[in-house]
Structures are given as structure tokens and as C-alpha cells.
């Protein structure tokens, strides 16, 4: 027997209706140089017909064409956000932190026809212009640039505002797209190897969306005003920009000021009341707050996910400045939400952390299986870790491959049976509580054991005069592998590596202590500011890190 019910498309069109019509006096407020600049969302469904009619009439852009766009967190981005796939086109949020080269690559590799630049990354462009394909024919830049960045350019420079200046503010958006065809397209950061991309449908990015306003996620309303500090290259900003249409969220775009201090100024100033970022961005934020004379009290949620969230972090903000913070986990593949932790009813606070530290629960829509190393089934008990495995509406059954070509699913990301390898090992509780060790790539096995990078380094963090901790595995000759310690201290910092040492042996076995420290000034970073183990664990191959050996006393 089939249902009788109506059978009508998920597509972001609907998000872009809904939002321009019922919730068309919500804003979208950017910080700029010169102040915030708002506009409501009818005004930016408005101009997002207008990009639309540009991108159709004057470039050419048909359905099934790639539009990328290469900007921050802003209006116009917004725009675009909402724009090419309403009318059909597939978009491609460029990473403006990647590589040159990988930049290049995924430009050519997603055949991008036109590319939404904002002014002031102009220049990172420009410098791989002469390594695109001719599949890029049209660039459209947002704000002041310099022309002549572009002399060598052979194909279309529009300016933004000047390309949708007076062209009609309603657009015939697509009603009748299949919610599978795709909407958007995120390339993987990965730090070895050419990035992947993942293709969201339409249907894959509006239920994605009704998590992400869902009571047990960030539960986004009208009455919330939501900071994305996320880039809106990074998985979506996970969700964030189509989600605030769905809900009416009034959103904070923090465009390229990203530092602490502007983050502090523009949370007290405009006072929204969720914000998601990764830790090494709330990190800094924190000491900001610390320092004092910014009010944050707005937020009522922050949701930290993108790497192990360190429990200092959560509790600094917690105790210090009264705000929740939330850990999550995701990945590109996965839409990013995975899992989201708010620990279960009738338990003290002090009680509820030890479930607030997990990355959390799954939604009902993500399913979630463990398998340990000759590929059996790993009981979900707490204890028990293998490499996680998921499933759903919003995860990645494959990559893309390029235009034209069966997408890819390589035997390490995938299952046989279609789920999606995450690569990251961990625990799940019988009621669900997911807990990380370690991507599989970076547990350090220690003499047949496995010791958890994230655990130490959240133990290392939790010291008062720790700024940052990353820990990776290095090569030893007796146990095969062993812990590398590598910190930033804070400013003015009074502990040495020994008081380090001690720190961590009373909270951890003492099997697990690295013999091996550095005191660095930063902590390598990937393009979306987490961790870069890889590149970590080649500079103390090449011997650029000052190693100090610590053994028992
Ligand atoms: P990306 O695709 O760049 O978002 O990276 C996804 C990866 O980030 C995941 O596979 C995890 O290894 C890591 N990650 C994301 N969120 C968390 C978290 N809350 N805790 C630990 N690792 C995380």
C-alpha cells in the first residue's frame, strides 16, 4: 500500500521562501570597517533574485552549472548561499585558506563557470588565475579590488553591486527540482592528498537544516540572533545559513574579523545569542573575555565542534562568563551534524559533565556502528573502541569525481554495505554518548596499546598556564610508537616542562607519559584551524623542533 501523502520536493527554494515571505523582517547584520551593516531577509531574498537573473541572463548560468563563491562570512554571501541552488545551479564554497594548489585544483576539478570573489581575498586568487581551466569563465567581485590583479585575466570581471543593480527583485526560483539533484558541493580540507568532494542534494541540505533547528541541536528560532563564526566554506558553515532562513534566526556575519577582539566587540554590540566555531577560534575568544570589558552574556549557546573541544575551554566559558558551550561533532562528509551533546534529564551540573566532554549523542536520522580493526562489530559500550561508521540522509554515500563521471567510493571510506568510514576512532555508550580517542591516523600505539592524543592534550590544556597542546605520535625503537608533548604556554608563564610532566602524571597512567617535549610558539594549523599533526610530526622527523627528554624522577 503506498501513503496518501503529498509527495513534495525538499529543496532550498522552499528555505529561500519561507524565509523572504514569513520571516522577511528578520536581518542579516555584517560587521564591516565601518559598523554593522544590516538587511532584512526580504531584502536579501530580493537581491538573491537579482544575483540569480544576473548569473542567468548576463552569464550564461543554466541548471546543473557550478557557481563557487570565495568570500567570508557576509550578506553577499548569504545571497549566493540562497541564489544558485534555488534556481537550479550546484554551489561550491572555495576554501580561502587552502593551499594555492588544492585551490586550484578543486576549482578545475568541480568545472566552476563563475566565481563570486570578495575584494579583499582577491589577491589569493589572482595568484592561481594562470593554473584554471577554461571551464572558469566569469569572475564577479564583491567590494573594492584592485583591477589590476586581474590584468591576465582572459574571461568576464563584473562588480558585484553593479552586475544586480536594477534587475527585477523576484526571480521564477525552481519549484520543481528534484530534491536529489545537487544544491552544493564542499571539498574536503584533508590534510594528505587531493581534497574530496562531497555534493549536498537539496533534500540531503533541508533536512540537515531541520536538525540543525531542532530543540536538541542549536534549536534556532526567531527569537535568536546566531553568530556563524564558522566560515561558510566550512561544511555550511554546518548548516547554519539555510537553517536561520528555515527559522527566522536573525544572523550575525562576522565577514573577515575573526580576531578576538573584534569577535568580543561585535557579540557585545549586536548580542546574539548562539554562536558555532572551532576551539582554536573560541580559545583566543576566551582570553579576550577573560581580559574583560566585553559583555557576553547574550549567548545563551555556543557549540564548539570541528576538533576535540578541551573541557578547560568549556568550563572557562561556563564558570567565568556564565555561557553554555555545547560540543559537537561532524565532518564535511556528514552534512557536518553528527552528534550533539546535551547530557540526559535529572542530574546535578556537576554530574551532567561527564556526558557534556562526550561529542555527544546522534540524532534519530544518523545511525551509528563501530568497527574494530579485523572489521567486527564493536559492542556500544562505553568501553569498547573501533572506528565509527555512519548512515543517514545527510552523510556522504560517495565523492565526486568529477563532471560526467560515476562518483567514487573508495574501499577506506566506505563500507561494502554503504556506510560512511569516518576514520575516527572512539566509544559509544549503550545510550548513545559518542567519545573520540584519536582519528585513526593519529593514535599513538604504544608496545600493542593505543594511547589517545586528545586525552592527554586535554589534560595538558587543562593547566592553567597551557595555551594549546598537541600531542602525535612519533617513532620509538623500543615500543614502536611514543607521545610527542608539544605546548604554547600563555604569556608570561612560569612552568617548565618537568612542572608539565608532574601536571599530567597525576592524571594520567603513567604508561602514557611522553618522555619527549617541546615548548613551540604555535601549533600548526589546518586550513580550518584544527590541528596539523602531519605537519608536526614532520618537523620532528626533520629535527626543527627542540626536544627535551623527561623520564621517571
Ligand atoms: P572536517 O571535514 O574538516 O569538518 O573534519 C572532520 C573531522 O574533524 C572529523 O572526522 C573529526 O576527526 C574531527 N572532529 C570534528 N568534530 C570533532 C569533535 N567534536 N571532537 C573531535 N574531533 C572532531
Redesign the pocket.
Same mark, same amino acid.
Given at each position: 500500500m503506498f501513503s496518501t501523502m503529498q509527495d513534495v520536493p525538499l529543496t532550498v527554494t522552499r528555505i529561500l521562501r519561507h524565509g523572504a515571505t514569513v520571516h522577511g523582517t528578520s536581518t542579516v547584520t555584517t560587521w564591516t570597517e565601518d559598523g554593522p551593516v544590516v538587511r532584512t531577509f526580504a531584502e536579501v531574498a530580493a537581491r538573491s533574485a537579482q544575483l540569480a537573473h544576473a548569473l542567468r541572463d548576463e552569464l550564461g548560468i543554466r541548471e546543473g552549472d557550478v557557481v563557487a563563491t570565495l568570500m567570508w562570512n557576509n550578506t553577499e554571501h548569504q545571497e549566493a548561499y540562497l541564489a544558485v541552488p534555488s534556481m537550479g545551479a550546484v554551489l561550491h564554497t572555495l576554501n580561502l585558506r587552502l593551499p594555492a594548489q588544492q585551490l586550484a585544483y578543486i576549482v578545475n576539478h568541480a568545472a566552476d563557470r563563475v566565481i563570486v570573489v570578495d575584494g579583499s581575498v582577491l589577491p589569493l586568487l589572482a595568484a592561481v588565475l594562470p593554473q584554471l581551466a577554461d571551464t572558469l569563465e566569469h569572475l564577479v567581485v564583491s567590494g573594492p579590488y584592485d583591477p589590476a590583479l586581474l590584468a591576465g585575466f582572459a574571461g568576464g570581471v563584473h562588480e558585484y553591486e553593479a552586475l544586480i543593480a536594477d534587475r527585477p527583485t523576484d526571480f521564477p526560483w525552481r519549484d520543481d527540482l528534484d530534491e536529489r539533484a545537487a544544491a552544493a558541493i564542499c571539498y574536503? @580540507?584533508g590534510t594528505t592528498g587531493d581534497p574530496k568532494g562531497v555534493v549536498y542534494s537539496h533534500r540531503s541540505v533541508y533536512l540537515h537544516c531541520m536538525q540543525v533547528n531542532a530543540a536538541d541541536s542549536f534549536g534556532l528560532t526567531g527569537q535568536d540572533t546566531v553568530l556563524p563564526v564558522v566560515p561558510m566554506f566550512? &561544511?555550511n558553515a554546518w548548516g547554519i545559513p539555510h537553517a536561520a532562513f528555515m527559522s527566522g534566526a536573525n544572523l550575525l556575519m562576522p565577514d573577515r574579523f575573526l580576531q578576538p577582539k573584534p569577535l568580543a566587540e561585535m557579540i557585545d554590540r549586536i548580542r546574539p545569542t548562539v554562536s558555532a566555531a572551532v576551539p582554536t577560534i573560541w580559545n583566543g575568544l576566551l582570553d579576550e573575555l577573560d581580559a574583560g570589558g566585553h559583555d557576553a552574556t547574550s549567548l545563551r549557546m555556543v557549540v564548539i %565542534? /570541528? @576538533? !576535540?573541544?578541551p573541557p578547560a575551554l568549556m568550563k572557562g566559558f561556563e564558570e567565568r562568563h556564565g555561557i553554555r558551550v555545547v560540543? !559537537?561533532? /561532524?565532518? $564535511?562528509?556528514t552534512s557536518?551534524l553528527g552528534t550533539f551533546a546535551t547530557p540526559p534529564a535529572g542530574l546535578t551540573a556537576e554530574q551532567e559533565w561527564p556526558y557534556r566532554v562526550t561529542?555527544g549523542r546522534f540524532p534519530a536520522s544518523v545511525e551509528a556502528r563501530l568497527t574494530g580493526p579485523s572489521g567486527e562489530r564493536m559492542p556500544h559500550d562505553g568501553v569498547s573502541a573501533g572506528e565509527l561508521e555512519v548512515r543517514g540522509p545527510w552523510i556522504a554515500g560517495a565523492y565526486f569525481a568529477g563532471a560526467g563521471r560515476d562518483p567514487e567510493r573508495p574501499a577506506d571510506k566506505f563500507s561494502e554495505d554503504g556506510w560512511l568510514r $569516518? %576514520?575516527?576512532v572512539g566509544t559509544i555508550t549503550a545510550d548513545g554518548f559518542l567519545t573520540?580517542t584519536d582519528?585513526a591516523k593519529d593514535v599513538i600505539k604504544s608496545g600493542g596499546e593505543w594511547i589517545s592524543s &586528545?586525552e592527554l592534550e586535554n589534560q595538558l590544556m587543562a593547566h592553567p598556564e597551557v595555551a594549546e597542546a598537541a600531542v602525535v605520535a612519533v617513532p620509538d625503537e623500543k615500543w614502536g610508537e611514543r607521545p610527542l608533548a608539544t605546548v604554547v604556554l600563555r604569556p608570561g608563564a612560569t612552568a617548565g616542562l618537568r612542572e608539565l610532566r608532574a601536571f599530567l602524571a597525576e592524571r594520567v597512567a603513567s604508561w602514557q607519559l611522553p618522555e619527549r617535549w617541546a615548548i613551540v610558539e604555535a601549533v600548526p594549523k589546518t586550513s &580550518?584551524g584544527?590541528f596539523d599533526k602531519k605537519v608536526i610530526r614532520a618537523d620532528y622527523a626533520a629535527e626543527r623542533l627542540e626536544v627535551t627528554l623527561l623520564g621517571k624522577e
Open positions: 574536503t @580540507s566550512h &561544511v %565542534g /570541528g @576538533s !576535540a573541544c560540543h !559537537a561533532w /561532524g565532518m $564535511t562528509e557536518p561529542q $569516518t %576514520g575516527d573520540l582519528r &586528545v &580550518v584544527k
